[in-house]
């Protein structure tokens, strides 16, 4: 039962480019939507979080849009640089509910 | 100085036997989990603690057990090991059960069954 879902498997961008990530849920009771990031033989790095009285949170060169109506939240990386490239995953959490990830989304970002 | 750590970083062993993966975190949080990434590359709850309280078990068989000596530790251990087991295991941890605010993980423990 995968309540979050990145249908994307891989994504490959210029550098310098725009990324856009995508991330679909099911679960209208989410209260809080966040991206993660992770390299290689490491843990998840929380990257940015949106609340879902929200529709756009930006942070720097992250910004994450959140369309509650279509339960679909993207992940804007501009301008994308080698470094971001990584695993990104979607996750979901309510108020007082553990969170819930999606399958990632490998982003390759070339020089 | 690592948030939250788990050893061993990698663990080969034969199946049925017993093992043992230790986490303990560093950042005052109240809550502590496990996550099971499987072959799938999926990222699934298995156990959260908080205040030495099991809040949560994800349909994980009975040879998974989580223990917390205090709350800044949350070993998992591993009966009769099987080789569907073999995967990555992450602990993290977060002042608080979901919210905004994100989990600290560890940087995972490769669990491989032979």
Known sequence: DQQVKQNSPSLSVQEGRISILNCDYTNSMFDYFLWYKKYPAEGPTFLISISSIKDKNEDGRFTVFLNKSAKHLSLHIVPSQPGDSAVYFCAASGTNNDMRFGAGTRLTVKP | DTAVSQTPKYLVTQMGNDKSIKCEQNLGHDT???????????????????????????????????????????????????????????????????????????????????
Not at chain 2, 71 to 97: M, P, T, W
């Open chain 2, 32 to 114: 502590m989990y496990w996550y099971k990434q499987d072959s799938k590359k999926f990222l699934k709850i298995m156990f959260s603690y908080n205040n030495k309280e099991l809040i949560i078990n994800e349909t994980v068989p009975n040879r998974f057990s989580p223990k917390s000596p205090d709350k800044a530790h949350l070993n998992l251990h591993i009966n009769s090991l099987e080789l569907g087991d073999s995967a990555v295991y992450f602990c993290a941890s977060s002042q608080r059960r979901g919210g905004i605010y994100g989990y600290t993980f560890g940087s995972g423990t490769r669990l491989t069954v032979v």
